[in-house]
């Protein structure tokens, strides 16, 4: 059984069957990331198929010295950006605000309504900032230790600490705004 | 003060319901110590712990089968367009039969992902025959290189960009959009639409013309980023045949140092592969 990372050094000389087995293995992975930062089916699926894409179009870019995990989603990162920057030209903001909260299929979660504290939940993460959001999906979801978003995001060990934290902090105080205003 | 530090803490203790615990034993205690006088970050420590637990309950959401058949159908676009001509023997190492000794399953599972396409532009499908998906398929094909030709003559870049990967998601590239995005690579203004049409001309690099084209097209980029996708793209076809065009290449006196490096290295990567 090979590493992620050894399969991704077996890319990056030539070995297209190696990636062949890293994209069974991660996609869903990588397709939970960007579900979660988008909310969106189709969106999510074509990012996912561009970071497969660009991590063989830059495979000889992958140094054996890299943790495979960091250049992974860091690539992802640059998908998203790429693809938020069209989306911005193509659409007008207010357009995008709506179709951001809209989902090409029906939201897998309003299977959760019963469930209502969920149902806030996901809303708490879903108004949260996109770089407080992108925190905790890395920490929570992603199977990520504070170092490795550290390497993702650029940031010290100790500073991912302290964002995750608030970005919690400020998760908690929508979830408790949306609780309010239910009551009301 | 050491509110702060109990903050850093509190968010590594976290980690412990991930699987990957990050507090020191030292530090525990030192914690709980603070927890125990500070009331404040016992109340948040409660509070957002809590909160984290309870985050592990939303769903996990999957992707739909089409993405694989999507990344299956690029992979073998990248050892040679489905039924097309033989690659060149030194173009790639592995073996796409290889890689997919059931290829029936597979072709029947793009023929039904272009039915779903089909039925999700709003076509009425009925029946099931062989002919039928066929036909389908094809008109998807058409449409799609349609689209994707106007979108390229668009003014916008953006505009251009969707052409570029319109053509890119078609089932097979034609000529006409192979000569589009030739034309793309070498004259369009926006860098990014010619980074676009070189990524999609990958699929097409079975084609010894747009082998040429490319090189070609290497000597007239001014753009370090598009210079830097060209020599790429060129390392991947195995072309020995590149090889000129590199050296030239690298005689150019305005090139940067980097992609002057990386020239020298392509054109020891090409003759490696001999
Ligand atoms: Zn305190």
Same mark, same amino acid.
Request: charged share 25%; hydrophobic share 40%.
């Given at each position: ?21 890293? @994209? ?11 579900? &979660? ?20 179009? @830059?495979?000889?870019? @992958? ?69 407080? &959001? ?31 934290? &608030? ?18 | ?10 968010? #590594? ?5 991930? =699987? ?21 970050? $016992? ?17 996990? %959401?999957? %992707? ?5 058949? !999507? ?7 990248? +050892?040679?367009? %489905? ?7 030194? #173009? ?11 290829? %029936? ?7 039904? $992902? ?7 532009? +709003?076509?009425?499908?009925? =029946? ?5 998906? $066929? ?26 960009? !969707?052409?570029? *990967? ?5 089932? /097979? ?25 070189? *990524?999609?001309?990958?699929? $097409?690099? =079975?084609?010894?013309?747009? /082998? ?19 020599? +790429? ?29 990386? #020239? ?11």
């Amino acid at each position: 059984m090979h590493s992620d990372h050894e399969l991704m050094v077996a890319v990056s000389r030539g070995d297209i069957q190696a990636m062949s087995e890293l @994209y069974q293995r991660r996609h869903r992975s990588v397709f939970r990331f960007f579900f &979660r930062l988008t909310g969106r089916q189709a969106v999510s699926e074509d990012l996912v198929h561009d970071v497969f894409v660009r991590m063989l179009r @830059y495979r000889q870019t @992958y140094n054996a010295g890299d943790s495979f995990d960091a250049w992974m989603y860091r690539i992802a990162r640059n998908a998203l950006a790429d693809q938020a920057r069209k989306h911005r030209l193509e659409t007008p903001a207010e357009a995008h605000a709506i179709e951001t909260v809209e989902s090409d299929r029906p939201d897998p979660f309003d299977m959760y309504a019963k469930q209502q504290d969920l149902a806030l939940l996901h809303r708490a993460i879903r108004e949260l900032p996109d770089d407080k &959001r992108e925190l905790i999906v890395l920490s929570r979801f992603q199977g990520l230790s504070y170092e490795q978003i550290g390497q993702i995001v650029g940031a010290e060990t100790g500073t991912v600490k302290v964002r995750v934290f &608030r970005a919690m902090k400020e998760m908690s105080g929508i979830y408790a705004g949306l609780l309010r205003e239910k009551a009301l | 003060m050491m509110c702060g530090w109990a903050k850093e803490q509190i968010a #590594a203790s976290w980690m412990y319901t991930s =699987g990957s615990g990050e507090l020191e034993p030292g530090d525990q205690a030192k914690l709980r110590h603070h927890l125990a006088e500070c009331a404040e970050c $016992a109340e948040e420590m409660a509070q957002l712990t809590g909160m984290w637990e309870r985050l592990a309950d939303l769903p996990a %959401p999957e %992707p739909g089968l089409g993405l694989q058949l !999507r990344w299956e159908a690029t992979l073998e676009s990248l +050892g040679g367009a %489905p039924g097309g001509k033989r690659r060149t023997p030194e #173009a790639w190492r592995f073996s796409l039969a290889a890689l997919w000794p059931q290829r %029936p399953v597979w072709q029947a599972g793009i023929a039904l $992902a272009c039915l779903v396409v089909g039925l999700a532009v +709003g076509g009425r499908w009925q =029946g099931s025959a062989k002919s039928e998906i $066929a036909a389908l398929r094809e008109e998807v094909a058409n449409t799609k290189e349609m689209v994707a030709l106007s979108l390229l003559r668009e003014q916008s870049p953006s505009e251009r960009l !969707r052409g570029v *990967d319109y053509s890119a998601r078609m089932p /097979r590239i034609e000529p006409e959009v192979v000569t589009a995005l030739i034309r793309a690579v070498n004259q369009d203004t926006s860098v990014n639409v010619r980074l676009a049409a070189i *990524d999609a001309l990958s699929r $097409a690099s =079975g084609q010894p013309q747009v /082998r040429r084209s490319l090189e070609q097209a290497l000597d007239r980029q001014e753009s370090p980023t598009v210079q830097a996708a060209l020599i +790429g793209y060129l390392v991947e076809t195995r072309d020995q045949q590149a090889l000129g065009a590199l050296r030239q290449f690298s005689k150019r006196p305005d090139l940067e140092a980097t992609i002057r490096e990386r #020239a020298g290295r392509a054109t020891q990567q090409l003759t490696e592969f001999k």
